[in-house]
């Protein structure tokens, strides 16, 4: 099945108290896709038994990895080994930073 982003993110948009939003949008045996939005600093986050693959949908921000920032910003592919404690943080004036999340290894959980 196909989905446009813009569209899912319209109809799903995080709200003023949320911190953070997860929405499971994809899945299949080995890997899970996740819209992920980011409003608030999302810390101490790790997956011991997945890699992390992210795709900057919209906004800017930067991923925390060993206690230094990697800028990001919409358009920006980045991956996370497994174990790898990470944070992400928005910055600018977008209401959020959108993060497409693929989660591969961990079974499929609908």
């Known amino acids: 099945a196909d989905l446009s982003v813009p569209d899912y993110i319209e109809g799903n948009h995080i709200t003023n108290k949320e911190p953070h939003k997860e929405n499971l ?9 996740w819209l992920w939005q980011v409003r608030d600093p999302w810390t101490n986050r790790k997956h011991d038994t ?3 693959m992210l795709y900057i949908v919209g906004g800017e921000g930067s991923v925390n990895l060993g206690g230094g920032d990697v ?16 944070g992400l943080s928005k ?16 079974p499929c959980a609908k």
């Open 25 to 33: 949008i994809g899945c299949s045996g080995g890997a899970q896709t």
């Open 50 to 52: 997945a890699e992390l």
């Open 71 to 86: 800028q990001v910003a919409a358009g920006t592919f980045f991956m996370i080994p497994r174990g790898t404690t990470y």
């Open 91 to 106: 910055r600018g004036r977008a209401p959020a930073m959108y993060i497409l999340a693929t989660l591969s290894g961990p």
